[in-house]
T-cell receptor
Framework: GDSVTQMEGPVTLSEEAFLTINCTYT??????LFWYVQYPGEGLQLLLK?????DKGSNKGFEATYRKETTSFHLEKGSVQVSDSAVYFC?????????????FGQGTILTVHP | EAGVTQFPSHSVIEKGQTVTLRCDPI?????LYWYRRVMGKEIKFLLH????????ESGMPNNRFLAERTGGTYSTLKVQPAELEDSGVYFC???????????????FGPGTRLTVL
């Protein structure tokens, strides 16, 4: 079945540091890929997405590129801020009979210190 | 516009009791999804409604879980009787029913944290 594997956290960085959170996936066909973020006390929010190979999703300084050859969708940000502290989830939607169903990774807690 | 709301935000019950979780989707969203996150693990899909019909309930763990969406508006998820392993955070999400692709952005509620003692 479909699955998503994220790097284990927690990740602790100083402000302005470079961030990478690794994500790899297993799926049949050509899934769409997503990063969701959950800030404390809030629901999950879509951070960025990519729907086909080599697409780059970007938002709020975060980027991720859909790499079909390595089945990866790593999240990066060049300079993190304290306000980026949250839980980040990588997810896929396989489409077809899995219409709309999201498959998530286990989440990575990011803490950014001033 | 109001987002997805869930009630209650927290629930603590004894093993064997019944609990009902409620989700109010964004107005006009025909798709409604339930997910669950057990402590520290991945968020897992439970089921998907399109309007009042169950489109996919492949993720429901067992027959102690019953989901309804009468009238195609809000949804309830009842756990009866609750077991210790049911503890976790239950998320609801909704999206529009649009043609042209398999995925339309899902908007998530803040979740209900269920603790079974």
């Amino acid at each position: 079945g479909d699955s998503v594997t994220q790097m284990e956290g927690p990740v602790t960085l100083s402000e302005e540091a470079f961030l990478t959170i690794n994500c790899t996936y297993t799926a049949t066909g050509y899934p769409s890929l997503f990063w969701y973020v959950q800030y404390p006390g809030e629901g999950l929010q879509l951070l960025l997405k990519a729907t086909k190979a080599d697409d780059k999703g970007s938002n709020k300084g975060f980027e991720a590129t859909y790499r079909k050859e390595t089945t990866s969708f790593h999240l990066e940000k060049g300079s993190v801020q304290v306000s980026d502290s949250a839980v980040y989830f990588c997810a896929l939607c396989a489409g077809g009979t899995s219409y709309g169903k999201l498959t998530f990774g286990q989440g990575t807690i990011l803490t950014v210190h001033p | 516009e109001a987002g997805v709301t869930q009630f209650p935000s927290h629930s603590v019950i004894e093993k064997g009791q019944t609990v009902t979780l409620r989700c109010d989707p964004i107005s006009g969203h025909d798709n409604l999804y339930w997910y669950r996150r057990v402590m520290g693990k991945e968020i897992k899909f439970l089921l998907h409604f399109v309007k009042e019909s169950k489109q996919d309930e492949s993720g429901m763990p067992n027959n102690r879980f019953l989901a309804e969406r009468t009238g195609g508006t809000y949804s309830t998820l009842k756990v009866q009787p609750a077991e210790l392993e049911d503890s976790g955070v239950y998320f609801c999400a909704s999206s529009q029913l649009l043609r042209g692709g398999p995925y339309n952005e899902q908007f998530f509620g803040p979740g209900t944290r269920l603790t079974v003692l």
